[in-house]
Nanobody
Framework: VQLVESGGGLVQPGGSLRLSCVAS????????MGWYRQAPGKQRELVAF??????NYADSVKGRFTISRDNAKNTVYLQMNSLKPEDTAVYYC?????????WGQGTQVTVSS
């Protein structure tokens, strides 16, 4: 399974970005898809994750970020609104396929004026 992320970039505080992650390869069963992020000097943390029955968000992004998933396209999205400087990080796509986790290469999101 290969993951390709897109949509990162530089945005001003209060702005919006939409991240996309497409899974390709020999895919049988994806049980979960989501996003993590890692800021400089910090550990990687969960941002949002969706399985077939539940969706979870980090407290810091609730009400501002929305995760969605297109099963037909094996794609997961992260709509990020009201961005803050503290959202600056490398964002990684995570997919659980056949009970194994896979990671994308990461996409940089920088929130700065």
């Amino acid at each position: 399974v290969q993951l390709v992320e897109s949509g990162g970039g530089l945005v001003q505080p209060g702005g919006s970005l939409r991240l996309s992650c497409v899974a390709s390869g020999t895919i049988f069963s994806i049980s979960g898809m989501g996003w993590y992020r890692q800021a400089p000097g910090k550990q990687r943390e969960l941002v949002a994750f969706t399985s077939g029955t539940s969706t979870n968000y980090a407290d810091s992004v609730k009400g501002r970020f929305t995760i969605s998933r297109d099963n037909a396209k094996n794609t997961v999205y992260l709509q990020m609104n009201s961005l803050k400087p503290e959202d600056t990080a490398v964002y990684y796509c995570n997919v659980v396929h056949m009970l194994r986790p896979y990671w994308g290469q990461g996409t940089q999101v920088t929130v700065s004026s």
